[in-house]
């Protein structure tokens, strides 16, 4: 009884090592359970920018109005018998200065 005793003590701590320590242990489930969260965020955030990337396509393959937003924002073109106003701010004096 105590051979077959030993037996059982001796095969549920070889379990418990594999278990713990071995390949494809709780601790290797946890680190790639993480990463699986991590990469979940990393693949909505590249969703979201996909969508829109998808949705600009769209606006300029259909529609003039966003290639000329596009030329008035990204290269300052602006239409024939068209006046371009630029207001820069004044500059104002730091507070702390009295001169």
């Known amino acids: 009884m105590r051979v077959f005793t030993a037996i059982l003590l001796i ?6 090592y594999r278990l713990w320590f071995g390949k494809n242990s709780v601790p290797d489930y946890l ?11 990393t ?17 300029l393959k259909l529609g003039l109005e966003a290639i000329e937003e596009r030329a ?7 239409k ?7 207001l820069i ?3 104002n004096r730091p507070r702390n200065s009295r001169n």
């Open 11 to 16: 095969l549920l701590i070889l379990l418990q």
């Open 31 to 41: 680190v790639l359970k993480e990463n699986v969260l991590t990469q979940k965020e």
């Open 43 to 59: 693949n909505e955030k590249l969703q979201q920018r996909n969508k829109l990337l998808f949705a600009d396509t769209d606006d």
């Open 72 to 78: 008035r924002n990204e290269l300052g073109m602006i």
């Open 80 to 86: 024939e018998n068209e006046t371009f106003f630029r």
């Open 89 to 91: 701010p004044k500059n």
